[in-house]
């Protein structure tokens, strides 16, 4: 079956540590995001990716890098410049034509917390 | 900026209880409102997209319409399995008539229904 996968589940960091998640889709989509939530707020997006190897800042970069080296791979790592890292974060992916993205669907997301 | 606001943030109803779930929306132009559902520790789920004022789409016990100000999720005769945070995102066009791709979530309305 097509979808995403993002690993871990559950991931600890320690104070000063960079971590990186991972969100791999096989539905051969063009379009990456990450997005980070939190409680009582909405999905915040932190980079997306239209094509392989470009990306682009979302409203909350400070703190994160991504890559995109292959069109199913977008990971995402949380450096230790991100002061407050624990949070739960989503990737999901779309497909693009004609100049607007369709199909947006989600992974089962990763929770950060810093122990 | 695109800004989306849900009301309520929280709505508690007895198994039966027919209600709408509201989601106002800012955009210089828009390209489509989604929404989701999402259920506790797990990413969200396709709902419905709606691109024009006056459409309105169905699924079991959900409608969704558009305004061109906000759309309403109506839950006829709810269930204790339709308890969920139902999310909704809008994406508007960017310069050029196509569009980013990324969605601009609302912070979301926690639905709980009792038996």
């Known amino acids: 079956d097509g979808g995403i996968t993002q690993s871990p589940k559950y991931l600890f960091r320690k104070e000063g540590q960079n971590v990186t998640l991972s969100c791999e889709q096989n539905?051969?989509?063009?379009?990456m995001y990450w997005y980070r939530q939190d409680p009582g707020q909405g999905l915040r997006l932190i980079y997306y990716?239209?094509?392989?190897?470009?990306?682009q800042k979302g409203d909350i970069a400070e703190g994160y890098s991504v890559s995109r080296e292959k069109k199913e791979s977008f990971p995402l790592t949380v450096t230790s410049a991100q002061k407050n890292p624990t949070a739960f974060y989503l990737c999901?992916?779309?497909?693009?034509?004609?100049?607007?993205?369709?199909?947006?669907?989600f992974g089962s997301g990763t929770r950060l917390t810093v122990v | 900026e695109d800004q989306v606001t849900q009301s309520p943030e929280a709505l508690r109803l007895q198994e039966g209880e027919s209600s709408s779930l509201n989601c106002s929306y800012t955009?210089?132009?828009?390209?489509?409102l989604f929404w989701y559902r999402q259920d506790p520790g797990k990413g969200p789920e396709f709902l419905f997209t709606?691109?024009?004022a006056g459409e309105e789409k169905e699924k079991e016990r959900l409608k969704a319409t558009l305004t061109k100000k906000e759309s309403f999720l109506h839950i006829t005769a709810p269930k204790p399995e339709d308890s969920a945070t139902y999310l909704c995102a809008v994406q508007s066009f960017q310069a050029g008539g196509t569009s980013y791709g990324k969605l601009t979530f609302g912070q979301g309305t926690i639905l709980t229904v009792h038996p």
């Open positions: 955009v210089s132009g828009l390209r489509g």
């Open positions: 999901a992916s779309s497909t693009r034509q004609g100049g607007f993205n369709y199909g947006y669907t």
């Open positions: 990716s239209q094509i392989v190897n470009d990306f």
């Open positions: 539905l051969n989509h063009d379009a």
């Open positions: 709606l691109y024009s």
